[in-house]
Antibody, heavy 119, light 112 residues
């Protein structure tokens, strides 16, 4: 059974780049047809889809974040990563990595990591 | 601002049936795209509850059911239990947002 674990700094200064990594265990990040995805949730608010990296190599991003975000994978480490540039306080949230496979739904989630943007 | 609208809250007594609506448009649910539902307890990651409009993953009790009609979808919980008190989110795909996956606004279910 695939498991996901987010990691990265819990505090980022305004205008800097938020960088998070999701480590995949129990399976290969290159096997099958999967959408490796980042989702975030500000405190007390709903879920926001950030973007995804498809196994084929293509990416899709939320239009509201597209100019600042990039998602990539490192097959040697079985990880995928999120970079969000020029962050502001509005980017403070719990960030989840998740994967969608055969069910076309996010059936596996990481536990989430809290990122605060503050000076 | 989400393109999928849910009621902020619903409540019911134990044993009752509650439904949560997810209202979209012709660029998402109405275009025939699948709706998925997630359950989230405070401080934890969401869990897939319903996929492909009506299907339950293994381990999800059959008191949870999903349906879809036109530009809307619904999640029903029959025989409401105290352990069902949580937040629920619908999710679909939207063609007007460059292929984005979109989540509903979320609904808090309270068991009275």
């Amino acid at each position: 059974q695939v498991q996901l674990q987010e990691s990265g700094p819990g505090l980022v200064k305004p205008s800097q780049t938020l960088s998070l990594t999701c480590t995949v265990s129990g399976g290969s990040i290159t096997s099958g047809n999967h959408y490796w995805t980042w989702i975030r949730q500000p405190a007390g608010k709903g879920l926001e889809w950030i973007g995804r990296f498809y196994t084929s190599g293509s990416t899709n991003y939320n239009p509201s974040l597209k100019s600042r975000v990039s998602i990539s994978i490192d097959t040697s480490k079985n990880q995928f990563s999120l970079k969000l540039r020029s962050v502001t306080a509005a980017d403070t949230a719990v960030y989840y990595c998740a994967v969608a496979g055969a069910l076309n739904a996010f059936d596996i989630w990481g536990q989430g990591t809290m990122v605060t943007v503050s000076s | 601002q989400s393109v999928l609208t849910q009621p902020p809250s619903v409540s019911g007594a134990p044993g009752q049936r509650v439904t949560i609506s997810c209202t979209g448009s012709y660029s998402n649910i109405g275009a025939g795209y699948e709706v998925h539902w997630y359950q989230q307890f405070p401080g934890t990651a969401p869990k897939l509850l319903i996929y492909g409009n009506t299907n339950r993953p293994s381990g999800v009790p059959d008191r949870f059911s999903g349906s879809k009609s036109g530009t809307s979808a619904s999640l029903a919980i029959t025989g409401l239990q105290a352990e069902d008190e949580a937040d629920y989110y619908c999710q679909s795909y939207d063609t007007s947002l460059s292929g984005s996956r979109v989540f509903g606004t979320g609904t808090k279910v309270t068991v009275l």
